[in-house]
């Protein structure tokens, strides 16, 4: 986007969002849990559906490219940043109802979709809900977690969602019912839909349990993270996919890559499915790490290993010298 095409999307927003929740240049590295990436050129904090529908008009006004994001826990930036519009769904736009009892039996929690995963599952623990035991500990938003179709210890977003409501990049409302949201291992509609949308609000069906139990099993896979994953890391969790019949991180291990290095972006010698950026790298090293990875698994293999972590943005600018 160039320089007064930027000043007119920053005016334009200002019509309808306030200043502090914009941003110009700002790295990427403050909104992803890899603590990397170049600048976003502008990036918007959204706090309501219309600033969202706002933002949206800007950019198609101006003809300007969209990214979303949630937490930024399954992003990769490169280092050139990202030349359009970011569009951030964080906390301010992360409010939660009260379970509200259904005709069945069950309970729906209704989510803005900037809500973390993990304030959800405290509100369904407080009540003594059912059904996202799992979810706990998994550190992005609703929203992140419905587009990744996010999942751990046996459980994933698809076994507790019933209704999803977004808007397109057009501007026209969707709503979505489970069985429309194609979701499957870390996969939803949202991934491959032609049209960009954001996911507003989402909302989870739970089952009344045994308040003891919940919270002995959130306890329990918090404390597996603990021990098992290098959580005081910047990383993205697992940064590949599982292939079929397999474990990314046992392939990786067995490659003898734990504590492999390029530059500040290393395989964890704790979990090897997490590379983590542990020395201030770059996104190039982080790059160049993933792809050593995968050439070396897949000599040794055949497997290729591919990634689940999504890469965003631009290369940095070669400088001739
Ligand atoms: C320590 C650690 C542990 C992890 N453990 C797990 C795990 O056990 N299981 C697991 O599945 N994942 C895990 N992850 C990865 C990550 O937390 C999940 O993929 C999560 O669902 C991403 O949510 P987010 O809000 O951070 O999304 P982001 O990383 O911000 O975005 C991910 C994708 O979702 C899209 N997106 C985000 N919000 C919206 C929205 N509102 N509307 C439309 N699109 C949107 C973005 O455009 C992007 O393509 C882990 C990550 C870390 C750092």
């Known amino acids: 986007m160039d320089f007064s095409t930027a000043e007119k999307l920053y005016e334009r927003l200002r019509e309808s969002i306030p200043k502090k929740q914009l941003f110009e240049n700002v790295p990427m590295s403050r909104y992803t849990t890899l603590h990397l990436g170049g600048p976003a050129r502008v990036l918007c904090e959204i706090a309501s559906p219309d600033q969202l529908n706002a933002a949206f008009a800007a950019a198609r006004e101006l003809d300007v490219a969209v990214t979303l994001i949630g937490n930024g826990s399954n992003l990769l930036v490169k280092d ?9 769904m964080g906390d301010q736009f992360a409010e939660l109802s009260a379970p509200v ?7 729906a ?10 304030k959800l599952c405290n509100v369904a623990m407080d009540h003594e809900l059912t059904g996202l035991e799992f979810a706990s500990g998994i550190p992005g938003t609703i929203g992140g977690a419905v587009y ?3 999942g751990a210890y046996g459980g994933e977003m698809k076994d507790v969602v019933s209704h999803v409501t977004a808007v397109e990049c057009s501007g026209k409302n969707a709503s979505y019912e489970i069985g429309d949201l194609r979701m499957s291992y870390r996969h939803s509609r949202f991934c491959d839909d032609e049209e960009l949308s954001a996911i507003t609000s989402v909302t989870v069906v739970l089952t009344k349990g045994d308040g003891e139990t919940i919270q002995a099993t959130m306890r329990e896979f918090s404390a597996r993270r603990r021990e098992k994953q290098p959580l005081t890391l910047p990383s993205c969790g697992s940064t590949f996919r599982r292939p079929e019949g397999q474990f990314a991180g046992t392939l990786i291990d067995e490659a003898g890559l734990k504590g492999f290095r390029i530059g500040g972006a290393c395989v964890s010698p704790l979990h090897a499915g997490f590379l983590v950026n542990d020395e201030n790298g770059t996104a190039a090293d982080y790059l160049a790490l993933i792809n050593h990875v995968q050439r070396t698994v897949q000599e040794k293999t055949g497997i290729l290993l591919i990634p689940e972590v999504r890469i965003l943005g631009e290369d940095a600018p070669i400088h001739n010298v």
């Open 80 to 88: 050139g940043g990202i030349p359009g519009l970011v569009i951030h």
């Open 101 to 107: 009892p259904l005709p069945d039996g069950r309970f």
């Open 109 to 118: 929690i209704t989510a803005q979709a900037g809500a973390t995963l993990q």
């Open 148 to 150: 990744m179709n996010a």
